[in-house]
């Protein structure tokens, strides 16, 4: 049963194009949402998040977008660069009593960005 | 210096024997968490404790024990280990139970033989 699923295992992308990662979920109880970025042999490091008051979050190269009715969130990269080249991990939480700090992860994207 | 730390990276063990996983952060935080990486790459967790005080038990055999001696360490052991025991084990640490922001360690790749 997993309630954050990142289909497609990998992504391959020129240098200076954009880059889609997507990520669904199933519980209707999550209410934030994060993106962590992972190099091999390295633990995940947070890129970015978005509440689920929010369809859209902005930090320079990366926006988030969050589709609720879909249950469903993006990641975009723009312009991609070549150090961009991880695992992205899309994470999920309901928040609130016993389910503060308790993360759901995907599965994972591995991302390709060629020179 | 190293924000959230692990010891050892790699360990590599028979099965039937019992060993221990140490992670230390230096970031004044009051929450640490332990994850487990699958074979599938999923990142699930185990445990949370908030200033020594655990919070987060998910179902995980009770061979694994946390052990919090202060609220910059979290340490995880484990009995009487099996082959399925075999991921990468990944610590956490937030600033609190409410902060979604966790920065993660290194990570311990423990293999059982």
């Known amino acids: 049963d997993q309630q954050v699923k990142q289909n497609s295992p990998s992504l391959s992308v020129q240098e200076g194009r954009i880059s889609i990662l997507n990520c669904d979920y199933t519980n209707s109880m999550f209410d934030y949402f994060l993106w962590y970025k992972k190099y091999p042999a390295e633990g995940p490091t947070f890129l970015i998040s978005?509440?689920?008051?929010?369809d859209k979050n902005e930090d320079g190269r990366f926006t988030v977008f969050l589709n609720k009715s879909a249950k469903h969130l993006s990641l975009h990269i723009v312009p991609s660069q070549p150090g961009d080249s991880a695992v992205y991990f899309c994470a999920a939480s309901a928040g609130g009593g016993t389910s503060y700090g308790k993360l759901t992860f995907g599965q994972g994207t591995i991302l390709t960005v060629h020179p | 210096d190293t924000a959230v730390s692990q010891t050892p990276k790699y360990l590599v063990t028979q099965m039937g024997n019992d060993k221990s996983i140490k992670c230390e952060q230096n970031l004044g935080h009051d929450t640490m968490y332990w994850y487990k990486q699958d074979s599938k790459k999923f990142l699930k967790i185990m445990f949370s404790y908030n200033n020594k005080e655990l919070i987060i038990n998910e179902t995980v055999p009770n061979r694994f024990s946390p052990k919090s001696p202060d609220k910059a360490h979290l340490n995880l052991h484990i009995n009487s280990l099996e082959l399925g025991d075999s991921a990468v084990y990944f610590c956490?640490?937030?600033?609190?139970?409410?902060?979604?922001?966790?920065?993660f360690g290194p990570g311990t790749r423990l293999t059982v033989t």
């Open positions: 956490a640490s937030s600033l609190s139970p409410e902060s979604y922001e966790q920065y």
């Open positions: 978005i509440s689920s008051i929010k």
